[in-house]
């Protein structure tokens, strides 16, 4: 069966194929689960997901992108997550989008406005971006699922110091 791929590296994100054809069900939770006061635990799980599915729409057009940098750390998307990037969606104002704009891919909120476009970071280091006629520009996706690493190597009274 065919694996996940590097189909193409930049500077802000690497791309990869989303590969389909392979099934993952895994045990899920339907009930929620809690993050304030604990909730008895279930007997057993009888639902089940496919997270080779589950978050991938139009299958022939998403991709996966592993980010590269900061610039949308408050949004929660961080350098080395993992995100599912459909091509085929028309993007709206506001959305997560790859972008491609002279040479580069770069990750970032659009504001669309009746006369211009703006990529906007997540983060106050970098500054929004104006998108002109004079760049070669187009939003090449938009993001619709990031996938984070929780595990923390380091013992919680490490990290407490």
């Known amino acids: 069966m065919p694996k996940t791929k590097k189909i193409v590296s930049s500077f802000a994100i690497d791309f990869y194929s989303a590969n389909t054809t392979t099934e993952l069900s895994l045990p899920m939770v339907d009930g929620g689960i809690a993050a304030g006061f604990p909730s008895p635990a279930q007997d057993y ?22 980010v590269k940098g900061p610039s949308m750390k408050d949004a929660g998307i961080e350098d ?8 085929s969606l028309e993007p709206r104002d506001g959305d997560t989008a790859v972008c491609f704009i002279d040479g580069e891919f770069t990750l970032k909120y659009i504001r669309i406005e009746p006369d211009a476009v703006y990529l906007i970071p997540a983060n106050a280091n970098f500054k929004p971006i104006k998108v002109t006629e ?28």
Do not use: M, Q
Request: aromatic share 8%; net charge positive.
């Open 45 to 66: 799980i009888d639902l089940k997901i496919d997270l080779n599915k589950e978050p991938i729409a139009n299958p022939s057009s998403t991709f996966y992108g592993r």
């Open 80 to 87: 080395g997550d993992i995100l599912v990037i459909d091509k």
């Open 134 to 161: 004079d760049n070669n520009f187009c939003i090449w996706g938009v993001v619709t699922y990031s996938i984070k690493c929780h595990k923390n190597p380091r013992p919680l009274k490490e990290r407490k110091k």
